[in-house]
Each structure stands twice: as C-alpha cells, then as structure tokens.
C-alpha cells in the first residue's frame, strides 16, 4: 500500500494523531513517576523489614 502525501489527510485526522502522541507520552510520563514511586516504597519496605529483623534477632 503506498503511503498518501500529507496534504490529503484532514486536519481533524491530524489533530487527532497529535492528541493521541500526546497521551501516550503523558502516559508514559505517568507511568515513570508510578514506577520511581513505587521503587520507593519497595526501599523503603525493605528498610523495615530489615530493621525488623535486626530487632527480632535481638530478643
């Protein structure tokens, strides 16, 4: 199939293929930030738990 030059796709075809780019990044920005969050929490977990153990070992 070959590929049609731009200017004969509607601008609301065009508007629409921007808008959607424009999610996917945000998504994926989203996305990033839930994953460093959530790494966070994992370190942070991780930490208690170790601490925990240190204590339970003590008693």
Same mark, same amino acid.
Do not use: G, Y
């Given at each position: ?11 609301? &075809?065009? *508007?629409?293929?921007?808008? @959607?780019?424009?999610? #996917?990044?945000?998504?994926?920005? =989203?996305?990033?930030? +839930? &994953?460093? *969050?959530?790494?966070?929490? @994992?370190?942070?977990? #991780?930490?208690?738990?170790?601490? =925990?153990?240190?204590? +339970?070992?003590?008693?």
């Amino acid at each position: 199939m070959k590929s049609r030059p731009q200017a004969s796709i509607p601008d609301s &075809l065009l *508007i629409l293929v921007d808008k @959607i780019s424009l999610t #996917q990044r945000n998504n994926r920005k =989203n996305l990033d930030q +839930l &994953l460093t *969050i959530k790494k966070e929490e @994992i370190t942070h977990l #991780q930490a208690a738990r170790d601490e =925990n153990k240190e204590l +339970l070992e003590q008693l």
